[in-house]
């Protein structure tokens, strides 16, 4: 079955415009997750959707980063004014369930260039 | 809080000789850990993963790695590596209850003939 899908691929942007990301999870999977792997750095955590429960936003850098998700479905990560630390991979992740136990299954990303 | 710590960041090693990728976690609570593999131009992928009974678990693709309590690690191992074994090698370590995935910096394995 498809994957977890993730649009763009790349994305250019000059510094201070807003940036919109897409994840398209694996179809009944009610866990999402959103992860940034800067270059030379391991991933760290962003944010995470479990069903309609209320997001885990404890990973977000600043306020200019925000995401949304409808149901169990499209999630959207946006970042505002970016700057150029904003640059990395973006990588959306999911889960069938919440919880420990579960294998997150991975995007391949959205590589991010802030100019 | 949880953390992972990888210590070597890149691993050059010759093919079919032995390697070992080393992982430590830091947790107060029982934890679930992971080994996910980044191929060249690829997303990750899971390679294994303990979550509870024998403390040594295998791949399909001949690595292995053993949960050790007592040092609060998870190394990887393979006993012959291959040319196609070439990737990053990211640890994670994630709580009972937790949501997201804690993980370490990444371990670039080079494979050379």
């Known amino acids: 079955g498809a994957g977890v899908s993730q649009s763009p691929s790349n994305k250019v942007t000059e510094k201070g415009k807003d940036v919109e990301l897409r994840c398209d999870p694996i179809?009944?999977?009610?866990?999402l997750y959103w992860y940034r792997q800067r270059l030379g750095q391991g991933l760290e955590f962003l944010i995470y959707?479990?069903?309609?429960?209320?997001?885990?936003k404890s990973g977000l850098p600043s306020d200019r980063f925000s995401a949304e998700r409808t149901g169990e479905s499209v999630s959207t990560l946006t970042i505002q004014r970016t700057q150029q630390e904003d640059s990395a991979v973006y990588l959306c992740?999911?889960?069938?369930?919440?919880?420990?136990?579960?294998?997150?299954?991975f995007g391949p990303g959205t590589r991010l260039l802030v100019l | 809080a949880q953390s992972v710590t990888q210590l070597d960041s890149q691993v050059p090693v010759f093919e079919e000789a032995p390697v070992e990728l080393r992982c430590n976690y830091s947790?107060?609570?029982?934890?679930?850990l992971f080994w996910y593999v980044q191929y060249p131009n690829q997303g990750l992928q899971l390679l294994l993963k303990?979550?509870?009974?024998?403390?040594l678990v295998e791949s399909i693709n001949g690595f292995e790695a053993e949960f050790n309590k007592s040092q609060t690690s998870f190394h990887l191992r393979k006993p012959s590596v291959h040319i196609s074994d070439t990737a990053e090698y990211f640890c994670?370590?994630?709580?009972?209850?937790?949501?997201?995935?804690?993980f370490g910096k990444g371990t670039k394995l080079s494979v050379k003939p």
């Open positions: 992740a999911s889960s069938p369930r919440a919880g420990g136990r579960e294998t997150q299954y």
């Open positions: 179809s009944g999977h009610t866990a």
């Open positions: 959707f479990q069903g309609n429960s209320a997001p885990d």
């Open positions: 947790s107060s609570v029982s934890v679930y």
């Open positions: 303990y979550l509870s009974g024998s403390t």
């Open positions: 994670a370590v994630r709580g009972g209850s937790q949501g997201n995935l804690i």
